[in-house]
């Protein structure tokens, strides 16, 4: 699986961006695919998630803010972020993981695959 991230950009505060992420497959195919986010200096973190039922989740702080969704293509999520502060200044990482169950085995693998990372600057 690819993902390809895009729609990072410069904003004052305040402003809004939408960063999409377009994976090889269907996302229906994909058991999660979520955004990610790198500060200089700081660890990866979790932004929001989108399970293949629909189901979508998000750290606390940014809920509100940042939402999740599929995009209008069958294979895009997108990343609506609003509101934006300059701590949300980060590289934003597309996520999908893809869980494969061996029926012999009755074991399942989750697979986790990365985008290359789009940049969101906000200034004051």
């Known amino acids: 699986v690819q993902l390809q991230a895009s729609g990072g950009g410069s904003v004052q505060a305040g402003g809004s961006l939408r960063l999409s992420c377009a994976a090889s497959?269907?996302?229906?195919?994909?058991?999660?695919m979520g955004w990610y986010r790198q500060a200089p200096g700081q660890q990866r973190e979790l932004v929001a998630l989108l399970t293949s039922g629909g189901s979508t989740n998000s750290t606390g702080s940014l809920k509100g803010r940042f939402t999740i969704s599929r995009g209008n293509a069958q294979n895009t999520v997108d990343l609506q972020m609003s509101s934006l502060k300059p701590e949300d200044t980060a590289v934003y990482y597309c996520?999908?993981?893809?869980?494969?169950?061996?029926?012999?085995?009755?074991?399942?693998?989750?697979?986790?695959?990365w985008g290359q990372g789009t940049l969101v600057t906000v200034s004051s």
């Open positions: 996520n999908a993981v893809r869980k494969i169950c061996s029926i012999p085995t009755k074991t399942c693998t989750d697979y986790n695959y």
């Open positions: 497959v269907t996302t229906f195919n994909l058991d999660v």
